[in-house]
């Protein structure tokens, strides 16, 4: 039988402290919540008010369930009034030395028999522990931000957590409606683990200039369908916080300089820029505690379509090469309304192409999305040929051919000598660097990166690579396209793996290296971030899907040219390629397809 759980403590009404005394006071459950002071307890109480309030409002609570829930809280200063709670969560900020004070004088202040929980996101369980006289009842139910939400659930135990309470807790979690993994005492659990290396790279690229705000988030939501970018995320967080684990698992995971906080992630919590809660962090908002953006001076201007910065004007476009890439641009371009010269290696790969766009654009009518008339009017515009000096008057040239750097330059050479002056000549490689491409050229200022993501008719990202040589004018004018195509343009330097590549992927690696140590398992891992970051498809759907040959030839590079120790391939994802074992293209990879 499991224990009952009538009444919980909460310590801390912040960030997440509130969103745990609302999901217990919705699962009928009583909750004495407790703070420092009276000012944060009223600030508690305020968050907990706000929060049923949009649940009613959203149609999501009704009103006489927001009132019981109400009467469900007690709230209270001090640790004191927790004298007779069943369980008690902890949610203060993240220092070891406040959390072992508050479990101790928990420990003197509870019954023998409750159990003591810490939401800590990075400090040792164990640690926290044993500042206790009851370490065996001492416990991690970690919740993710925001607590009402998020499904998932990481359940702590350490090496003296009693079985019973891992049982009792677990059982808790269900009764809660979350879904729990229970996992080993590790620095970040599964989620954070795989998260934070992510978040402070991403604020990493931005402190470098490497793209801005709006582009790095726009390209994390758009180019891997996450719910948030990474800055945002940081600022749902609290940047304080993010801090705080960052610099808890530098020191517990190994010494990660991936996990060094980034230098301007401390200016701003010194600086009391701390996101959402303080009205300002990488964004500013309406007040503090809104989810609100609201603009400031790094906020972009809205050009409404005007051809903004020196853009050039385009009408008349030259895609080079007759693959799947190459395929997508034509039918994009084409129905945006742009004239189009398709340039393949020979008439037959041209007709193949052509029935291709053909095959797409008639799925397009059959699904209703375009009509029959768009359909041959955007035909109508496409041209193909099998000679580049049919580019000789466009305005641009997408060129997507095979990924190798020797066949691209070539490419551009000739390009530089049939196309006329003031052409924007865009390469859509996604691993070499751009600048090699743009010297083949006598006119590297007019080049740029123009990287589209698969398929190209579906995905709503173009990544802008500007070289160090790129004019401001042809960023301009590739942005502007992407614009015009209906597309989310985000400019950014030539580095390798870009933006959404150079994010990715090493949080996919890092995933594999958490399943080599045996830390948890794929299902595990992939239920985390699903439920816990609300990612579309946990790390190993995705590596299955994207192929891990694939996978393993973008990490490689992007060890090679950032020599970072950390993103070293995992040597179970070069064995797994080794062995043959792809992906779904092979049936299998780190799951078995061959039944699906
Ligand atoms: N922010 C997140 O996204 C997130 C997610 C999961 C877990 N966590 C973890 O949850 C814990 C709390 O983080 P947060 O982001 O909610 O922090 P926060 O700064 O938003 O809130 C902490 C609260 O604790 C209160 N407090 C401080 N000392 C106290 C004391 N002695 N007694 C009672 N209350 C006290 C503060 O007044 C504040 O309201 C941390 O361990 C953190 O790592 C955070």
Redesign the pocket.
């Known amino acids: 039988m499991a224990r009952e759980f009538s009444t919980v403590g909460v310590?801390?009404?912040?960030?997440?402290?509130?969103g745990i005394v609302e999901v217990f006071a919705r699962n009928g459950i009583d909750v004495v919540a407790?703070?420092?002071?009276a000012p944060?307890l009223e600030?508690?109480r305020a968050t907990l008010k706000g929060s049923t309030d949009r649940a009613v409002a959203k149609g999501k609570l009704a009103e006489a369930d927001r009132d019981a829930l109400h009467e469900r809280v007690h709230f209270a200063v001090?640790?004191e009034a927790l004298h007779s709670v069943d369980l008690v969560i902890?949610?203060?900020?993240?220092h070891l030395d406040?959390?072992q004070?508050?479990f101790a004088e928990l420990d003197r202040v509870c019954r023998p028999e409750t159990i003591l929980a810490?939401?800590?996101?990075?400090?040792s369980v164990t640690e926290i522990s044993v500042a206790t006289s009851r370490p065996n009842q001492v416990i991690g139910i970690?919740?993710?931000?925001p607590?009402p939400v998020m499904k998932l659930v990481e359940v702590v135990r350490t090496v003296v957590t009693a079985p019973e309470v891992v049982a009792d807790v677990e059982a808790l979690c269900a009764r809660l409606g979350k879904v729990d993994v229970t996992i080993n005492d590790r620095a970040g659990f599964i989620a954070?683990a795989l998260l934070f290396g992510y978040l402070n790279h991403a604020v990493g690229m931005f402190e470098s200039h490497y793209a801005t705000r709006e582009d790095i988030d726009a390209a994390m939501k758009l180019g891997c369908g996450l719910p948030m970018g990474p800055l945002a995320l940081m600022d749902?967080?609290?940047l304080?916080?993010?801090y705080?684990?960052l610099d808890t698992m530098y020191r517990r995971g190994g010494r990660d300089r991936r996990h060094a906080p980034v230098p301007l992630l401390k200016q701003m919590v010194t600086a009391g820029l701390?996101g959402r809660?303080s009205g300002r962090g990488f964004y500013t908002y309406e007040r503090p505690g809104s989810p609100v953006v609201v603009p400031d001076e790094a906020t972009p201007l809205a050009t409404d379509g005007a051809l903004a910065d020196g853009a050039r004007a385009i009408a008349k476009v030259g895609v080079v090469g007759s693959g799947t890439m190459a395929t997508g641009i034509i039918e994009v371009f084409a129905k945006a309304g742009y004239e189009v010269v398709s340039v393949t290696r020979g008439m037959e790969k041209s007709a193949k192409v052509c029935e291709a766009v053909k095959t797409s654009l008639n799925k397009g009518v059959v699904r209703g999305k375009l009509s029959e008339a768009d359909r041959d009017a955007a035909l109508g515009r496409i041209s193909w040929s099998a000679t580049l000096d049919h580019l000789a008057d466009v305005d641009l040239v997408v060129e997507a051919v095979v990924e190798e750097l020797s066949v691209k330059k070539a490419l551009f050479a000739s390009l530089d000598e049939i196309c006329k002056p003031g052409v924007v000549l865009a390469t859509t490689t996604s691993s070499l660097p751009v600048i090699d491409v743009a010297m083949a050229t006598h006119r590297p200022a007019d080049v740029v990166g123009l990287h589209f993501f698969n398929p190209a008719p579906v995905m709503p990202l173009v990544e802008v690579v500007r070289t160090i040589r790129t004019s401001p004018e042809a960023t301009a004018t590739a942005r502007a396209v992407c614009a015009a195509l209906g597309k989310t343009g985000v400019v950014c330097g030539d580095r390798s793996g870009f933006i959404v590549n150079a994010l990715l992927f090493p949080y996919l690696n890092d995933a594999v290296k958490m399943l080599e140590a045996s830390y948890s398992t794929a299902d595990d891992i992939d239920h985390a971030m699903k439920l816990g970051c609300g990612y579309p498809m946990g790390p190993f759907e995705l590596l299955d899907v994207v192929g891990l040959d694939v996978s393993l030839a973008i990490q490689r590079e992007l060890y090679l040219e950032l020599r970072e120790p950390g993103f070293a391939p995992a040597p179970l994802l070069e064995h797994l390629v080794t062995a043959g074992y792809l992906g779904r293209k092979t049936r299998r990879g780190f799951r078995d397809h061959s039944h699906r």
């Open positions: 310590v801390g009404l912040g960030t997440m402290g509130a407790v703070e420092i002071s944060a600030r508690g001090g640790l902890e949610a203060v900020p993240e406040l959390k004070r508050i810490t939401n800590t996101s990075s400090l970690h919740f993710f931000n607590a954070n749902l967080i609290g304080d916080t993010a705080e684990i701390l809660k």
